[in-house]
């Protein structure tokens, strides 16, 4: 789920006590909010930026922003299985997933889609990851919310991770570290692993 919501509610009071002490804070007169809504328009013009496309949330500028259901179309040839469920957990990740866990099955494979972060205070990444006999068969950065080490997105980069198994706390293959990416490069191979080891959980 997406944590970011549109920019009307950064805009807009909700209660005329919306101060930090929750003392009463009196509202914008119509004409001063009448300014700042014309200067935000000419801001957003000098960016490029529609009010539509503000109001459609910060998702449209992450460099990876793609849908789960549009990603697991494509894995499955337009013939999604229904979703199951597995039980979650830590798997080693930073951001433990919640007791249930949906995924998809066909054909001898697994897909799985979660999150994970690359520190404290990172935003989350959503990735989705198949498995096929015990290794990955395929990843891919559904949503990269940061705005830096997107590299971790490249086919060059997941392709090194296609194959990998599970071995111990981590997997059994050498991913080469991307510079200033080293948090992202450590999250990725995380979810990669986290991936192999949920697919165990399951019934073949």
Do not use: H
Request: charged content about 20%; glycine content about 12%; proline content about 7%.
């Amino acid at each position: 789920m997406n944590p970011f919501k549109n920019l009307k509610q950064y805009l807009t009071p909700s209660s005329s006590t919306d101060s930090m002490d929750g003392t009463s804070v009196n509202p914008l007169s119509n004409s001063k909010r009448s300014f700042l809504r014309a200067g935000l328009g000419l801001s957003l013009a000098g960016l490029g930026i529609s009010r539509a496309q503000a109001a459609g949330g910060l998702e449209q500028f992450y460099k990876y922003n793609i849908p789960p259901e549009t990603w697991l179309a494509e894995v499955f040839g337009g013939q999604v299985p229904p979703p199951q469920v597995a039980p979650g957990g830590s798997f080693g990740l930073m951001q433990p997933l919640p007791g249930r866990v949906r995924y998809w099955r066909a054909n001898g494979r697994t897909a799985w889609v979660f999150d994970d972060i690359g520190k404290v205070g990172y935003a989350p990444t959503t990735c989705g990851f198949v498995v096929k006999a015990g290794a990955i068969e395929s990843a891919k950065v559904l949503i990269y919310r940061e705005s830096r080490a997107d590299q971790v997105g490249t086919p060059s980069f997941l392709n090194q991770l296609i194959g990998a198994k599970s071995a111990g706390a981590g997997i059994d293959r050498k991913v080469d570290n991307i510079s200033g990416a080293t948090y992202s490069v450590d999250m990725m191979k995380r979810m990669a692993n986290a991936a192999l080891q949920l697919d165990k959980t399951v019934p073949a």
